[in-house]
């Protein structure tokens, strides 16, 4: 059950992550970064990580997308005229094509005779959410405020650059 559950979940995942690219509307394409994000929580469920999950529904969709989102809104864009892809285009696309799959082929040849083993995991110490807190709080305290920082410096930003050029603050 957990097989077909990891294999529709990534066929979803990789459906919206193609969407994410391709759509026009940039609207369009947050809002399947937001499916995405989902995703990608429900595969860590099933690596047995759930607090990854849960930071990952908290920070990237609570925090980072709604972000995306008002600054998406505050600066109103619209649609492009310009088709996505065009016959030009696939010439420029086509070596980044070809290095994905390079990169494809030769992780598979790296990974395809190795050996893993679920005892190895199992021997891990298993890390609570109490330890995590209290490392957030004091080792990585200052990495984290920095980040709250740019986090409201990206927020003031967009404000600024969305307003009109007569507009008084």
Not at 108 to 135: E, H, N, T, Y
């Amino acid at each position: 059950m957990e097989t077909v559950i990891f294999w529709i979940l990534s066929a979803f995942a990789v459906a919206v992550a193609l969407a994410v690219v391709f759509f026009k509307r940039a609207v369009n394409g947050v809002m399947s970064l937001l499916a995405l994000m989902l995703a990608l929580a429900g595969l860590y469920v099933l690596m047995g990580a759930p607090l990854v999950a849960f930071f990952q529904v908290i920070v990237y969709v609570g925090a980072v997308l709604v972000l995306f989102a008002f600054v998406i809104m505050l600066l109103n864009l619209k649609e492009s005229v310009q088709p996505l892809i065009s016959l030009v285009d696939v010439k420029a696309v086509a070596p980044a094509v070809l290095f994905a799959v390079g990169i494809v082929v030769l992780t598979w040849l790296a990974l395809r005779d190795a050996a893993f083993s679920k005892a190895a995991a199992l021997q891990q110490p298993v890390i609570g959410l109490r330890q995590i807190a209290l490392d957030l709080f004091t080792k990585h305290l200052l990495v984290f405020e920095l980040a709250s920082v740019v986090l409201l410096v990206a927020a003031v930003a967009a404000i600024v650059i969305s307003r009109k050029e007569g507009e008084r603050p």
